[in-house]
């Protein structure tokens, strides 16, 4: 079946303008999260949501970050105000069921803040 | 003691020969240890895991060999090709934090024909 889809797959803003980052997971997974891959810092945890229970939002790095999950499905990660350190590549990634530990990840959004 | 710490940072190898990438961990709650590999402009792809009750595990070329005692895993790639010649990170997670991954550097790995 199709695997978790993320738009755009570049994204080229200036500094200080709001971004969305949409991930579509597979369809099915119950639990989503989204990580961030940047030079400096590697792979990092940003938020983790399990169908509609309150999110985990324990790594996002800033109030400047924000993402919402409509439906149990699709994800919208913002960021507001954009910084040229929140230049990376935003990965998100579904898995199956709460407590289940496997992570099937999309192909990442490329984040360049100008 | 939520960090992982992966060695190492690059990695050269022969055709045919066996690739090792090693992993440590301080926390002991950690209860899965999974390896990712990532090709450029890619999303990590899982490649193999391991919970702590087991030593070993092996799928195809690769194997995981966990020493619970020393905290420590790793990855072993046998008969190494040239396709696999790409970035691969470990990780761990718990189930009392969602199981979020927590990941190391990173090695890249190139296989030479």
């Known amino acids: 079946g199709a695997g978790v889809s993320q738009s755009p797959s570049n994204k080229v803003t200036e500094k200080g303008k709001d971004v969305e980052l949409r991930c579509d997971p597979i369809?099915?997974?119950?639990?989503l999260y989204w990580y961030r891959q940047s030079l400096g810092q590697g792979l990092e945890f940003l938020i983790y949501f399990q169908g509609n229970s309150a999110p985990d939002k324990s790594g996002l790095p800033s109030d400047r970050f924000s993402a919402e999950r409509t439906g149990g499905s699709v994800s919208t990660l913002t960021i507001q105000r954009t910084q040229q350190e929140d230049s990376a590549v935003y990965l998100c990634?579904?898995?199956?069921?709460?407590?289940?530990?496997?992570?099937?990840f999309g192909p990442g959004t490329r984040l360049t803040v100008t | 003691q939520q960090q992982v710490k992966q060695s190492p940072q690059s990695l050269i190898v022969q055709k045919g020969g066996i690739s090792i990438i090693n992993c440590a961990y301080e926390?002991?709650?950690?209860?899965?240890f999974p390896w990712y590999q990532q090709f450029p402009g890619k999303g990590p792809a899982l490649l193999i895991a391991?919970?702590?009750d087991v030593s070993e595990k092996k799928e195809g070329r690769f194997t995981i060999s966990f020493n619970k005692s020393a905290k420590q895993f790793s990855l072993h790639i046998m008969d190494s090709q040239p396709g696999d010649s790409a970035t691969y990170f470990c990780?761990?997670?718990?189930?009392?934090?969602?199981?979020?991954?927590?990941w190391g550097a990173g090695t890249k790995l190139i296989i030479k024909p």
């Open positions: 990780a761990a997670s718990m189930l009392s934090s969602n199981y979020q991954l927590i």
């Open positions: 926390n002991t709650a950690f209860d899965y």
């Open positions: 990634a579904s898995s199956f069921r709460q407590g289940s530990y496997e992570q099937y």
């Open positions: 369809s099915g997974h119950t639990a």
């Open positions: 391991i919970r702590p």
